[in-house]
Each structure stands twice: as structure tokens, then as C-alpha cells.
């Protein structure tokens, strides 16, 4: 079957190449990251091409050891998720050197590593972030307190989605970013850090950003358990987040939730390998492509499949 | 407590508050831990009134007390000189058995075969150790690294959470309240106070130091210390599954990582209550001092809104301070 | 034996080491109160005195482990320096520990030498030097210590021959005041010999030497001068030569102890135990026996006989490879000491610190803790019952602590003795096998223990009596059997059994091996 | 059955169990040998790749970091004591490592980044040691506190090493071997060396065998395992350097749960969790083990996700083996 996506022909058949992958591993506990790499996997075979995949198991020192297992296979290409933007610079240098183009996907590496990398493929944090601040401020009407719950610290993603929220914030006065804190992507820590803060803001919360679904989820259990106690009263509190979970979908569409951003792990798979197999197959690529991460409200959540997160 | 409100001390005569002071710091070397928890919560309540409101008291004691449980049934292992850092990872198994079994086979079942996966990692646990006598730290580690893999696969592969959340009385574990107090708060305590009775009160408790102190003597002394050893692992264990059945209700939804770390914390737990390992000193009553310090540091901390890295920073401090003060109090005691 | 008593008296060079009005008290006890002691270079100075008389917290005051409350201690004419038992050390004060404090995974050699190993630059160990060196100290200590291979694992000997590695360590430093706190304990008469010509040489080479022991015998053999401790306080300091056991045993407990009980012979009862043909990897070899109620069946050897491994084997706490063990005629297979305890066996091991008492737990807690099988795990302890029985054998065996709550491991040697017989006089079995019951009891207890086996016997309880000392053993027993090499060398009824024959058996046999 | 087996008799062993006693001597007494030897018998055979040259050199790569945490640990473990906060002292050591050289440039910037972290060994170890403190839960506390302190020091962002001085190094390659699995392998024999021939090391067991003993012999116990912490807290040190070395950048959140897997080396490796027993070798080879299983299954293409479940097995199964060879201990831990 014809592939038109490539927009070009591939130096030799698809079937012949041989991609290496390396990612920050955590697909034992991380879904998103499970399902990214499933993805991969299917189209692998789909279209025959031999992927090669070490798994970096949430350790920077560990992926770069594990770029020359890759290097050494001599693929056509290899695409780097990046546990540490900076730390992963020398591996890349090596595999350019070894004349093996560089994919990097999903999290970008940092600029004194640009001229080793071929082409950027996968959604965009800092977009994202900021399409979420958007939405929450407008459901806000442009004013009101907010409380914000980080990803896991020091992770970048974690780090740029937060700061969009405050650049966006930045914009519109009567916003009052009440507190930030440092969660784990985790519903349990969500839950337990948003009690924490009705705690100690109680009705003065009028909104709530997270880095993602699954702490934006915990937060409004533990706004809703609130509401029942009276608390806070019920429907006041705002919640937006950068990137969608199942349950925060359900929130949206049970118009309990503002709006969650579509980073759907198949659709961000598949977009980047397509990037990666054309540069595999010697087919010019822009250096950068985001991927379309659509922003699902209670108003449109129908026009989107449900994340399987 | 008067030491942190001056102000309230009414004015006596000087013998008077030389008699409140002398008070005052026999009360502060019998519990030095508390007193050091009490100063530290005045004072960020200068800053933050409400950490002191009921509300926030039952907050902490509720995001805890799946904490307090498992080191509450850690405290028996560790009485017995052995170390079990397999929990975190249990508790990561059972919260992912039971969201993974509740919508299919109703909440019964699914607490049922929740608690029995845990007792067969107990079991598991105790056999290695006890009847094969194998290292506990090294086998427990094993099973920490297996059960964390097993919770992945199944967190990965099965369901990931319950669909409609409030048709189930299973929330009611996680969410509810009795007489005013959260369910779990009353499960901690009842399990806590059950463990204290045992280690204190029962011929099994004095087994267990008996163990702890010498293996080799209590044999010697016709104490059956395998089986011991075995049922300390299985008490462990449930009491984990347990704590994963309240973390599983919080959020009726299964993460696999929901108990990384919680090993750690609950041995930071049992040895800041200043229970040593091999029984000697220690018990079911300092893991739960343990427990309450470090929730309150934690929860102080976030309500000031500190930022994380220094929260890590204060805390471990605090930790290090609260075990010191601990141990000078004890060798004051031996003296009195 | 100890040809060479009483060297050093007349000319009294002035003291290398002494103390004035030294004063130590833990929680609930006073230890010592204004104890003044002395001892001069090339004398040995017995230091006697009931259990928790004070005796080792002395020494170990002197040899810097604890610290007194009050009063000075001087040495070489000048308050010492010393802060701790490491600086003790360097000067040349060395103590020999009643408890053995050996390293057990550590070879003799490096045991010997720990503390000052020999190095060479870079602070290098001389392995091999240190091997030699051990051989050496250990040779010259006498043929029975040379039997220890200094490259063995300290943790692979038996107990006696670890108490000899503990005293070769006398003789491997130049130290000018040498401390044996209870060094016979645990030895049989042979390696008593030999380390009382150690004790000489030291002697010879003017060490000051400062000694422990319940043994009479051994004091009036070695001592120039005796010091007596009652309750932590002074009872006097006598010339050796110008007293006796009479006057020494008055001073330590205030009266003359009982006339040594004996078990006069009787005839037998039913037939209680029988062993046929027990056999254990190592040390038990093809050994037969039976024991009837009420008799108390000695069992006789030199170190290494195999007597204790044999009580281990009858009580299910060690590995039965072959042999039959009938109760009251019946086949009985023993897998655990609970099996041997519910038939009604006792046994009071050789090793209290390690097997026979719980030394972090509390006197009480460790008293009961066999009664404690009786009753269900899930029972309550009943704190009336316990405190009963606690106090019933507090006065029985005269045992001294602070309080039933204190922890065993600060009771004095003789008093854990004491714990870790009642533990088991408690539950009042029907066979009581007592493994050195009487190791480290001062002479007045010792004679309240002996009247007290002789009163169980007389009440009908059977009882098998491990001993290396000769007159208990002739004392107490109706029947003894001599072992040697794992093996029952000889058999004695009432009467028949004197010193002499008991050693020709075990020593005859020894040779001939 | 009898726990009371004690080591009394030296048990009559056949010539075959004579022999595998022989063999097990010269393996350090680690439960890690015969795992190490199973999983590259086993893997050898399942991917031809395995056992080429390269392939193990970098098995070797990968364990030089946590490697080098375990071997610090070794002799920390053996006198009785743990140290929980190398991982942290690791990650402030990559920090510290970037940060300085453009003032004090690399090699100064290494001196800086080893003397720092066995100030944070020496601490630990002052703690433990003169407050009498369990060095379980201090090191934790420790561990927490510097991870903090580096965050605050040094933000959460990367920073990157100005020059690529330290990466030149990492990449520097010496008879096949990078330098930094050469220096691993050099301190690992060195300390092996070192607790067998020097006054340190017999007394190092010495403390962890008998503590009382010790003492009572005159040993300077306060000393020895305070520099057995230094020691941990120096190789921590190096495993940041080393880190840099490869990453040429420094975070907070490297070396993240190193710790925990330095641990797992070490105990597999035959080390008493209560001290007074364990060796060097049997440290590597647990190390070796841990990344020969884990490169092998990447090799046989193994769903990732199954590696933790086969390390938590193997770890089992090495010491039932273990259990078997040598028999019921006298001592439980
Ligand atoms: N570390 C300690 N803590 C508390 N009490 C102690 C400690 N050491 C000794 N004691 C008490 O001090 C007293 C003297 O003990 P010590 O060991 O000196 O007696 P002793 O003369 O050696 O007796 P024995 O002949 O039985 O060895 C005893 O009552 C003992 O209980
Ligand atoms: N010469 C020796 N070499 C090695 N081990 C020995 C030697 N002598 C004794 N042992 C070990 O010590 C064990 C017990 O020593 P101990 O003196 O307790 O012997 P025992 O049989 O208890 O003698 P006793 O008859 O004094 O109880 C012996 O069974 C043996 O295992
Ligand atoms: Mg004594
Ligand atoms: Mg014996």
C-alpha cells in the first residue's frame, strides 16, 4: 500500500529499515509511556521495519550507557527519548559522529546538543501549558485565585507546563497564583496536596492547574469530598490541565472539568515515528513538528476518542 | 506546652515558675519527640492558624494512616531483628488487585482477593525468612522488585479504575466517616491499638522480643522462633493490604507506583519512634509517634507552602534532630 | 600443682596499681562504695567476693570501661591517665574478660593480636608474623592451648577452648598489670594447669597480676594476697599464707556455707530416659545410656568429650543422625526442644550468654519464659503468677538484682547463672539435664545450688549433671559416666567413682587416641 | 530443623562437597558467583552478540556507576553500619562537578567535588557514631536534607559542563576499556586489598563481628567506621564525577534510587546486613550480575516491563542456592 505520508521516496524499501529506539523507560509503572511504546511496536510490524529498543528505566546516567548498544547495531536512524536534556549531548554527539541520524521525540534536548539532531518530533509542553492556562482563565472569567500542582520535580515537561501557566497568568491581573506544589503525576498525591490546600485557602480557590489528568483528577476528589462537606461551594472551583487521563476526560465531559489538552500517547507515537521513518529512509523533514494536541471542553470532548490513560 | 505560649503563664512567684519549668522539662525528656512536634507546630501556626484546626488534625491523621498501618505491622518484623522493605511494592500490588477485581466481582470479592494476594506474599516473605532462613533484607528486596513488576504488569494490562466510584460501598473505606472521624483514621488506630496489645500484653509479643533478642536462646527456651518469625511476615503483610485497600478508596483507581517509597517512609516511621532492630527497646506505641511526627512535619511544611525541595531539606533536619533528642532521653532515663 | 604459691612475699616493692575510695552505682544498685585495692608488680592479688559483689565492675574500672563516680585511681605513682579501655591497654593494663569477647568469625591468631596487630608501613597487616606469633604465645601457654589451631575460626571452637584463647592473650602483650576475671570457668583441670604456669611466668617477668575466681582451692594455690568484696564494699585484705577458706568464705558471706550436700545412693526408680547408640556429626559417637527417676546420673570428660553435644542431641536442639531415645520405655523421636520440653525434659545449657539466657529482655521475662509454653501464645502473661514464681527463686537461689525488671545483661555473671537455672526449676520438669549448672557461682551459692539438686533428686526428679569439676560431680552424683572423644569410656555406681578412676578413664583414653 | 546447629564441628563433608567448598572459598562466599555464572551461561547461549567484546564492554559501563556506590558501601557494611544517602551525595556531586570548574577548571573541580562528599561521609558518620545514632534512619534523613540543599544550591534545571573536558575523559578508551570502568575496576581491587591487608580493614570486620569485642580489645572503633563512612561518601563522590563524565551535565535527579540498587549489590554480594562478614569481589559480581540481567533481556528483546519481577527471582533463587551449598547459618542475618 502506498504510503503518502512519506512525501517522498525512501533511499531503500520501508520494509528493509532498522530503527533504533531509546526512552526513558518507567513503562513498568507509566502508562502513557507503555502505550507509546506499544504503538511503536504495532507499526514496527505493520510496515516491517526492525526496531531496536533499550529502555533507559528512569535513569539519565543509564540511557546514555545504552545509546552505543544502539549505535553499534547500526540502524538507519535512532530515535531519543530524552530522560535529561542536557545529559543525553554526549551520546548524541556519538551517534552522529557515528553518522547515524538523530530523531529526538516527546521531550526536546538542550540547544548545545541541537546540531546533533537531525529532526523534533512530538508535542509541544510549553503549547500545551499554555492551551490549558487559557482554558481555565477563561472559565474563570479572567480573574480569580489559583492553586497549581506540579509533575514530579526537576522533569521538564513537569517544569515548562508550569511555567506557561505562569507566563499566560502573567497577562491578566486579576489572577493570583495562590501556592505551587510538587506532586508525582499520581491521583493520590493530587488529592492529598489539593486538601492540603482547601486547608489552608479554603473558598478563596476559585481555580485549579495541574501538569496533567491523572494530579488533576486527584484534585477534584478532593474538591468534590469538600463540596459534600460544604467546604467549598459546589461548581465554583475551575479545573484545567495540559494533558488529558481518561477520568479527566470523563470530568470534561460531565462538565465538572474545564478543559483537558489531548496528548494522546498512540496519536504522539505514531506522528513521530512517521518523522522518524522518513528520516530513516533519507527523506527531508522539517527540523521541528509538533503534534496537534487538541484542547477537549465540555462543548467539543465528543469529537475526540477517550484517552486510554 | 508553656513553654510556647509564655504569654499565657500567669504570673507566679518565682519558686512557682521555677517549680513549672523543672515540670516542664521532665515532661519535655519523657516525650522529647513530641515536644520537639508540639514546638515545631506553634510556631508555623504563627504563620498558618489553621494546621492547628480539627479539620486539619483528622487530614493528616486520614493521609497517613495507610502509612501507619503498614509500619505499624512492620514494627512486629522489625521486633523480630529482621527487616521487611517488600511493603511499598505490596501495597502497589494490592491497590492494582483490587480496582482490577472490583468492577467485575463486586467489592467483596475484590477486598477478599486484595488481602489473600498479600497474605501469599506475607507467606511468601515468612517462609524464605523464617523456615529457609534466608537474609530478610535481601529476600525482602527481592520481593520488593517482583511484586513491583508483578503490580506493573497487571496495572499496565488490567483496569485501571472503578466506573462509577460512588455506587460502591468500597469508597466508604477511603472516604467515609465515622462519628466524624474518616474510616481510616478508625482502621489505623484499631490496628494499632490490636498491635500494641499483642506485642505488649500476649505470650506471642514476648515471643517476639524473645526473638528479636536472641534466636539462638529462645529455641533453647522451647520458642517455637520460625513460626514467630512466619506470622510477624504475615502481619506485616496484611496490615499493608489494608493500607492498600485505603489507598486504592481514596482515588478508585489503580496506579502501579501507589506504594513506591512507602517502605522507606515506614522504616523512617519505626526507627524515629526509637524502635531498634531485634526487639530490645521499642513497640507499637513509638511506630505510631514515629507515624504522627513525620505526617505533621509533612503536612506542616506543605501548609506553610514550602517549597518541596525545602520541605526534604526541613524535614530531614527535623528527622535527625527528633532521633537524637530521642536517644538522649533514653540514656536519661537508664541514669534516673 | 602450682608448685610455685606464695612467691613475692616478704620485700614489697610499692604498688604499680591502686585505688582509693572508688565508688561506682548503676540504676538500683551500688556497685562498690569506698573500696581501696592495691596490687604490686610480680603478685597475685585474689580478689574474692559473692556473686554481684562488685568484683568485675572493679576490674573493669581499673582497666578504663567504666567510669567511677567517684575516687582516683593511680598508677606507676601518678593518677592515671587513661580514659578508656584502649588507652588503658597502651599502658600496659590488660583485662581478661570474665565473658568471653572474642570476634567468632575472626581466626585466634587475629583474635590474639586485635588491638595491636603486627604492621609494617601503610599500617599493613603481618599475616603471616601474626600467625607465628599466635603459635608461639599459644605454645608457651601450654600443650593444651597448642591443640588450638590459630588459623581456625574463632566461632568453629568449643567454648572452653575460646575461654583459652581469651587467656593467651595475656601472654601476647607486654603488660605491666594483667586482670583474669574468672578464667576457670569454663576450663577442666589440665588447661587449669596450664594456666596457672602461665600465670607464673607472667609472675617471674614481675607483671602484677590481679585474679578472680569462686574457686578456693585455686586462690590459696596462686595468691599472695587476698582482697574480699561483700556488697560493694571492702571486707578486708589478707597475706594468703596467714588465712584460710574458713576465714575468706566468712568475710565474703558473712557465715560458714552448709557442709557440701551429698545424694547418698539409693535405689533406682523406674526407668525414665534410654538412649541407644545416639549418634551426631562431629562429636557424638555411639553413645548408650539410661536414666531412672530420681537418680542423678553425672556425666564426666575433658574439653571436646562431647557431653554437652550429647544433652543437645537427647533435647532436640542439635541434629540426630542415628540412634534410638525412648521415654518412660516408649519411642519418642525429639525434633525441637518444645517436644522435649512437653515430655518434661529441662536442660540448662553450657553457653548461658548465647543459649541460655535472653540478655536484652528483663531477669522475670527470661525466669518465665518456659513457663510461658505452658499457656497459649495468645494468652495474657499473668504479672501476679510470674511475679510469684520470680520472687519464690529470688530467695531460693539468693539471686542479687536490682529490681525483676532489670536487664539481665547488667546482672553479674553468677546471677545470670542463677536465671538461667531457675528458668528452668521453674516449669519443674521430670528430667533436668544441667550442663556446668554451677560455672561462675560464688562458694555460698554453689553449696545452696548443690543442696538444692540434692533436694529435686531426693523429691524424685531425675537429673543428668554436666560438670568438669570433680568434687561436684563425686558429690552429687548416684552413677557417672566418663566420655571421652564422644565416646562412653566408663561407668561408675555410688561408691565405686573416686578422682583417680574417673581421670585414669578419660586420660588413658585421651593417650590412647 | 535444630537452629542450634552450631559451628562446632567442621560437618563431614564428601569429596564432592569438599570440592564445591574449595570452589565457593575462592568466590568470596557470595550468593552472587553462581548467579553471575548462571545468567552469562544462560544468555551466552540464547544471543550469540552477548559475549562479544563490545557487548562487554559495555556491560562493564553500566556497572561502573552504581558499582562504584556498592564497592564505597562495602566496607561501611561490613563494620555493621548503612549508608541510605549516597545516592544524594551522587546527584550533589554532579551539581558541584559542573558548577566549580569554570572557576577552579576540571581537575580542580573533581578535588572539590571528592573532598565535599566525604565531608557529607564524615557528617553521616559523626552523626552515627558520636550521638550513637541508628545509621538507618540518619542516612535516610541525611539523604532527604542534601537532595533538598542540592535543589536549592543549584535549581532543578540541568546544568551543562562549560567544556567538554570531563565527557573527552569518560570517552577516553585504554586497551578496549573506558577509563572509567578502568577506575573502577582499579578501587575496586584496591579496596579489596585494603580490607584484607591493612589495620583498617581487620579491624573493619573486627567491629562488625563483635562491636563489644572490639572495644574491649582496644580497637578504635569511632575511628574505623567513621572512615568507613568517608569512604562511602568518597565513592559517592566518584560515581558523580563519573556521572559527569558520561552525561556531561549535573542535576538533582541523577543518580536518582542509586542507593537502593548500590544496596541490593551489596547484600547479594554476600555481605552481612549485620556486619563482620563479606568481600569486595562478591560486591562486583552482584554488581556485574545486576547488569549482565538486564542487558541479556534486552538482547532477547524481553519486554522490559518482566525485568523487575526476574531481578526480584534471581535475587531469591541466588540465595536459596546459596542456602543450599552452605548449609543453615548459626546466625540468622
Ligand atoms: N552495666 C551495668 N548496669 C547495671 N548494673 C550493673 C552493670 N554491671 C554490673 N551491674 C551490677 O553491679 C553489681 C556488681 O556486678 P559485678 O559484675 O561487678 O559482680 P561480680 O562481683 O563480678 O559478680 P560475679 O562473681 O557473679 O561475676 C551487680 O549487682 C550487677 O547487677
Ligand atoms: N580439640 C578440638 N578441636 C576442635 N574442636 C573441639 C576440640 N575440642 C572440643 N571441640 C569442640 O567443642 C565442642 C564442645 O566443647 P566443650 O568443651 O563444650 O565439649 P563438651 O563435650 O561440652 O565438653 P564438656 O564435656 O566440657 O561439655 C566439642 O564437641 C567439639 O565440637
Ligand atoms: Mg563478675
Ligand atoms: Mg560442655
Known amino acids: 500500500q502506498a504510503q503518502d505520508w512519506l512525501e517522498g521516496t525512501p533511499k531503500k524499501p520501508i520494509s528493509d529499515l532498522k530503527i533504533g529506539f531509546s526512552f526513558r523507560g518507567g513503562a513498568g509503572g507509566n502508562l502513557y509511556v507503555a502505550q507509546y511504546v506499544a504503538q511503536l511496536h504495532k507499526m514496527a510490524d505493520e510496515l516491517g521495519i526492525e526496531l531496536v529498543i533499550v529502555d533507559a528505566e528512569d535513569d539519565p546516567g543509564r540511557q546514555t550507557q545504552q545509546l552505543p548498544e544502539l549505535i553499534a547495531q547500526q540502524p538507519d536512524a535512532i530515535v531519543v527519548w530524552a530522560l535529561s536534556a542536557a545529559g543525553i549531548v554526549p551520546a548524541l554527539k556519538q551517534a552522529s559522529d557515528a553518522g547515524i541520524p538523530v530523531v529526538t521525540v516527546v521531550a526536546d534536548v538542550d540547544p548545545s546538543g541541537q546540531q546533533y539532531v537531525k529532526a523534533h518530533a512530538g508535542p509541544n509542553d510549553t503549547l500545551q501549558g499554555t492551551q490549558a492556562a487559557q482554558a481555565l482563565i477563561d472559565a474563570m472569567g479572567g480573574k480569580g485565585n489559583v492553586v497549581q500542582i506540579m509533575g514530579t520535580a526537576g522533569f521538564a515537561p513537569a517544569e515548562m507546563r508550569a511555567q506557561a501557566f505562569r507566563d499566560v497568568a502573567a497577562k491578566y491581573p486579576d489572577i493570583k497564583l495562590l501556592d505551587t506544589q510538587v506532586g508525582t503525576w499520581s491521583v493520590g498525591t493530587g488529592q492529598s496536596l489539593m486538601e492540603n490546600f482547601i486547608t489552608r485557602f479554603g473558598k478563596d480557590i476559585d481555580g485549579v492547574i495541574t501538569s496533567d489528568g491523572y494530579t488533576g483528577t486527584g484534585a477534584y476528589l478532593a474538591v468534590e469530598a469538600a463540596e459534600k462537606a460544604g467546604t467549598l461551594e459546589p461548581g465554583h472551583v475551575k479545573f484545567a490541565d495540559p494533558n488529558a487521563v481518561g477520568t479527566s476526560y470523563d470530568l470534561v465531559k460531565d462538565g465538572k472539568y474545564s478543559a483537558t489538552v489531548l496528548q494522546l500517547p498512540e496519536a504522539d507515537a505514531e506522528f513521530s515515528f512517521k518523522i522518524a521513518i522518513r528520516v530513516a529512509a533519507g527523506i527531508e523533514v522539517p527540523r521541528y513538528s509538533y503534534l496537534q494536541t487538541p484542547v477537549a471542553t465540555p462543548q467539543n470532548y465528543a469529537d475526540y476518542p477517550r484517552p486510554g490513560l | 506546652m508553656s513553654t510556647d505560649q509564655p504569654g499565657e503563664r500567669p504570673a507566679a512567684a518565682p519558686l512557682g515558675i521555677g517549680a513549672v519549668l523543672v515540670h516542664v522539662r521532665q515532661l519535655f525528656w519523657r516525650f522529647p519527640v513530641v515536644a520537639l512536634l508540639i514546638v515545631l507546630i506553634c510556631s508555623t501556626a504563627i504563620i498558618t492558624p489553621q494546621i492547628l484546626s480539627l479539620g486539619n488534625i483528622l487530614l493528616v491523621l486520614r493521609q497517613f494512616s495507610a502509612l501507619g498501618l503498614m509500619a505499624v505491622g512492620v514494627t512486629f518484623v522489625v521486633l523480630c531483628g529482621r527487616l521487611d522493605v517488600s511493603i511499598g511494592s505490596m501495597a502497589s500490588l494490592s491497590v492494582v488487585v483490587v480496582i482490577a477485581l472490583h468492577d467485575a466481582f463486586g467489592p467483596g470479592i475484590a477486598i477478599l482477593g486484595s488481602l489473600a494476594t498479600a497474605a501469599i506474599c506475607g507467606a511468601i516473605n515468612g517462609y524464605l525468612v523464617a523456615y529457609l532462613r534466608l537474609s530478610s533484607l535481601v529476600t525482602t528486596l527481592g520481593m520488593f522488585a517482583a511484586l513491583q513488576g508483578v503490580a506493573n504488569v497487571i496495572g499496565i494490562s488490567g483496569v485501571q479504575l472503578v466506573k462509577n466510584p460512588d455506587a460502591s460501598w468500597f469508597a466508604f473505606i477511603g472516604r467515609g466517616y465515622i462519628l466524624g472521624i474518616p474510616f481510616p483514621v478508625w482502621m489505623f488506630l484499631t490496628v494499632a491499638a490490636t498491635g500494641a496489645w499483642v506485642i505488649g500484653a500476649t505470650n506471642f509479643g514476648r515471643s517476639i522480643r524473645a526473638v528479636g533478642g536472641s534466636e539462638k536462646a529462645s529455641v533453647y527456651s522451647s520458642i517455637d522462633a520460625k513460626a514467630i518469625i512466619f506470622w510477624s511476615f504475615m502481619i506485616s503483610a496484611l496490615c499493608t493490604g489494608l493500607g492498600g485497600l485505603i489507598i486504592a478508596s481514596r482515588a478508585m483507581q489503580a496506579q502501579a507506583d501507589s506504594g513506591v517509597g512507602m517502605e522507606i517512609m515506614a522504616l523512617s516511621a519505626i526507627f524515629l519512634g526509637g524502635t531498634s532492630l531485634g526487639g530490645g527497646v521499642g513497640g507499637i506505641g513509638r511506630t505510631v509517634i514515629g507515624v504522627i511526627v513525620l505526617a505533621s512535619v509533612n503536612n506542616t511544611l506543605v501548609m506553610v507552602g514550602m517549597p518541596i525541595q525545602a520541605q526534604w531539606l526541613v524535614s530531614g533536619t527535623v528527622i535527625v534532630l527528633a532521633v537524637w533528642l530521642d536517644s538522649i532521653a533514653r540514656r536519661r532515663r537508664l541514669l534516673a | ?513 | 530443623m535444630s537452629v542450634a546447629e552450631p559451628a562446632t564441628h567442621p560437618v563431614e563433608s564428601t569429596g564432592f562437597r569438599r570440592y564445591l567448598g574449595a570452589v565457593w572459598k575462592a568466590t568470596g562466599r557470595s550468593p552472587a558467583w553462581p548467579l553471575l555464572t548462571l545468567l552469562v551461561v544462560f544468555f551466552a547461549f540464547q544471543s550469540p552478540f552477548f559475549l562479544s567484546p563490545f557487548n562487554i564492554s559495555v556491560i562493564l559501563g553500566q556497572t561502573v556507576l552504581v558499582g562504584m556506590l556498592a564497592i564505597g558501601l562495602t566496607p561501611l557494611a561490613i563494620s555493621g553500619n548503612i549508608d541510605l544517602s549516597v545516592g544524594a551525595i551522587a546527584a550533589l556531586g554532579t551539581c558541584l562537578t559542573v558548577a566549580v570548574q569554570p572557576f577552579v577548571g576540571p581537575v580542580g573541580a573533581v578535588a572539590v567535588t571528592l573532598a565535599c562528599s566525604t565531608l557529607c561521609g564524615v557528617i553521616n558518620g559523626l552523626i552515627v557514631e558520636r550521638l550513637k545514632l541508628n545509621s538507618i534512619i540518619v542516612t535516610i534523613a541525611v539523604g532527604t536534607a542534601l537532595h533538598g540543599a542540592t535543589y536549592l544550591l543549584f535549581g532543578v534545571t540541568t546544568k551543562v559542563a562549560p567544556d567538554t573536558s570531563f565527557v573527552d575523559f569518560g570517552s577516553l578508551k585504554l586497551l578496549g576499556l573506558s577509563s572509567s570502568v578502568i577506575i573502577f575496576l582499579l578501587l575496586a581491587i584496591a579496596t579489596s586489598l585494603m580490607l584484607r591487608f591493612t589495620v583498617h580493614g581487620v579491624h573493619t570486620y573486627a567491629i562488625g563481628g563483635h562491636r563489644q569485642a572490639a572495644l574491649d580489645a582496644g580497637v578504635n572503633v569511632e575511628r574505623h567506621v567513621l572512615i568507613n563512612f568517608a569512604y562511602s561518601g568518597l565513592f559517592a563522590g566518584l560515581c558523580g564525577v563519573l556521572l559527569v563524565a558520561s552525561l556531561g551535565a549535573g542535576s538533582p535527579t541523577y543518580a536518582k534510587d542509586y542507593e537502593l540498587w548500590a544496596i541490593i549489590a551489596v547484600v547479594l554480594g554476600g555481605t552481612r546486613l549485620a556486619g563482620g562478614a563479606g568481600t569486595v569481589a562478591g560486591t562486583v559480581a552482584a554488581a556485574l550480575s545486576l547488569t549482565v540481567l538486564r542487558n541479556g533481556m534486552t538482547l532477547m528483546k524481553i519486554d522490559v516491563r518482566w525485568f523487575l519481577i526476574a531481578l526480584g527471582l534471581s535475587l531469591i533463587v541466588a540465595l536459596i542456592l546459596d542456602r543450599l551449598r552452605s548449609g543453615e547459618p548459626d546466625v540468622a542475618e
Open chain 3, 1 to 513: 600443682m602450682a608448685a610455685d604459691a606464695n612467691i613475692g612475699d616478704g620485700t614489697a616493692p610499692p604498688p604499680i596499681l591502686s585505688v582509693r575510695g572508688m565508688t561506682k552505682s548503676f540504676p538500683g544498685v551500688k556497685a562498690l562504695q569506698q573500696v581501696d585495692f592495691d596490687v604490686r608488680p610480680g603478685e597475685v592479688h585474689a580478689l574474692c567476693g559473692e556473686n554481684g559483689a562488685g568484683k568485675s565492675t572493679l576490674m573493669r574500672i581499673l582497666a578504663g570501661d567504666y567510669r567511677a563516680d567517684d575516687g582516683e585511681i593511680i598508677f606507676n605513682g601518678a593518677p592515671a591517665t587513661y580514659r578508656n579501655a584502649r588507652e588503658a591497654r597502651r599502658e600496659g593494663i590488660l583485662l581478661i574478660h570474665q565473658e568471653i569477647s572474642l570476634v567468632p568469625e575472626m581466626t585466634v591468631a587475629a583474635n590474639i593480636f586485635l588491638g595491636n596487630l603486627p604492621k609494617r608501613r601503610f599500617g599493613l597487616v603481618r599475616h603471616r608474623d601474626m600467625v607465628q606469633k599466635a603459635r608461639a604465645t599459644l605454645e608457651t601457654a601450654g600443650s593444651e592451648f597448642s591443640r588450638i589451631d590459630p588459623r581456625s575460626k574463632v566461632s568453629e571452637l568449643s567454648f572452653a577452648h575460646q575461654q583459652m584463647v581469651e587467656i593467651a592473650r595475656a601472654t601476647a602483650f607486654k603488660s605491666s598489670v594483667v586482670i583474669f576475671d574468672e578464667p576457670t570457668a569454663s576450663l577442666t583441670l589440665s588447661e587449669t594447669n596450664a594456666l596457672f604456669a602461665t600465670i607464673a611466668r607472667l609472675k617471674a617477668q614481675g607483671v602484677a597480676i590481679i585474679y578472680i575466681s569462686h574457686k578456693m582451692s585455686e586462690v590459696f594455690a596462686l595468691s599472695d594476697r587476698v582482697t574480699v568484696l561483700r556488697d560493694g564494699s571492702m571486707r578486708g585484705t589478707l597475706k594468703t599464707a596467714e588465712t584460710n577458706e574458713q576465714e575468706v568464705t566468712r568475710l565474703m558471706i558473712g557465715r560458714d556455707i552448709a557442709v557440701a550436700a551429698r545424694v547418698e545412693a539409693r535405689e533406682r526408680g523406674s526407668e525414665l530416659l534410654r538412649v541407644e547408640a545416639l549418634e551426631s556429626p562431629g562429636f557424638v559417637k555411639d553413645v548408650s545410656f539410661a536414666v531412672h527417676s530420681g537418680e542423678v546420673l553425672g556425666l564426666y570428660g575433658l574439653i571436646g568429650a562431647g557431653r554437652t553435644e550429647t544433652a543437645e542431641v537427647v533435647f532436640g536442639v542439635r541434629r540426630r543422625t542415628g540412634g534410638r531415645i525412648f521415654w518412660q520405655g516408649r519411642e519418642v523421636n525429639i525434633r525441637s526442644a518444645r517436644d522435649a520440653v512437653d515430655l518434661g525434659m529441662g536442660l540448662v545449657p553450657e553457653d548461658r550468654k548465647g543459649k541460655g539466657l535472653i540478655l536484652g529482655l528483663t531477669g522475670i521475662n527470661n525466669l518465665t519464659m518456659v513457663l510461658m509454653r505452658r499457656s497459649g501464645l495468645m494468652r495474657l502473661p499473668d504479672r501476679k503468677r510470674d511475679m510469684n514464681v520470680y520472687e519464690e527463686f529470688k530467695t531460693k537461689l539468693d539471686i542479687r538484682a536490682a529490681s525483676a525488671d532489670t536487664l539481665v545483661n547488667t546482672l553479674s555473671g553468677g546471677n545470670q547463672q542463677k536465671i538461667a537455672l531457675a528458668k528452668w526449676l521453674a516449669v519443674n520438669p521430670s528430667l533436668l539435664i544441667l550442663d556446668e549448672p554451677t560455672r561462675g557461682i560464688d562458694v555460698g551459692a554453689k553449696a545452696e545450688i548443690h543442696a538444692l539438686i540434692a533436694r529435686l533428686a531426693e523429691s524424685g526428679m531425675s537429673i543428668i549433671l554436666i560438670s568438669s569439676e570433680m568434687p561436684e560431680i563425686l558429690a552429687l552424683s548416684t552413677r557417672v559416666l566418663t566420655f571421652s572423644e564422644g565416646r562412653i569410656v566408663g561407668e561408675f555406681g555410688t561408691g565405686e567413682a573416686t578422682e583417680e578412676r574417673l581421670l585414669s578413664t578419660v586420660v588413658g583414653r585421651r593417650a590412647a587416641a
